[in-house]
């Protein structure tokens, strides 16, 4: 099982469904209400991936969250699938984006494990 994840998520049913998801495969799911309580909570808890809400973050603030935590998988997700706003997002260091409405790719890009166990037992 990985250690921990954050979310930041600018709808709340969307943080708590993702939540509840996530809680099967991490030890610890943090929801943060700003980038700030995201960026604090990485700082204590190292967490595995960072799972980002578009609409809460600028391209600046997730370059400054993968600058700063280098090992941090940032998956970022959006209710629109706009090719540009992705290539942007993965040019300034996300590791993956997905669609909001997309739950099982988010979780999948935030615990890559997941996905080669779950292609292996297929």
Do not use: Y
């Not at 921990?4 to 708590?16: G, N």
């Not at 984006?97 to 790719?105: A, F, K, V």
């Not at 988010?106 to 494990?113: E, H, M, N, R, T």
């Amino acid at each position: 099982m990985q250690t921990h994840v954050l979310l930041l998520q600018s709808d709340p049913t969307i943080a708590q469904t993702l939540a509840e998801s996530l809680a099967n495969s991490f030890h610890g799911v943090h929801v943060a209400k700003s980038v700030d309580e995201l960026r604090n909570a990485a700082a204590k808890h190292q967490p595995f991936a960072i799972i980002l809400d578009l609409e809460t973050a600028t391209l600046g603030d997730i370059e400054s969250l993968k600058r700063d935590f280098q090992q941090t998988r940032i998956v970022c997700n959006h209710r629109v699938a706009d090719e540009e706003m992705w290539a942007n997002t993965l040019n300034v260091g996300a590791d993956d984006c997905c669609r909001t409405s997309d739950m099982r790719g988010i979780i999948l890009a935030a615990a890559p494990k997941l996905a080669r166990a779950n292609h292996l037992a297929a």
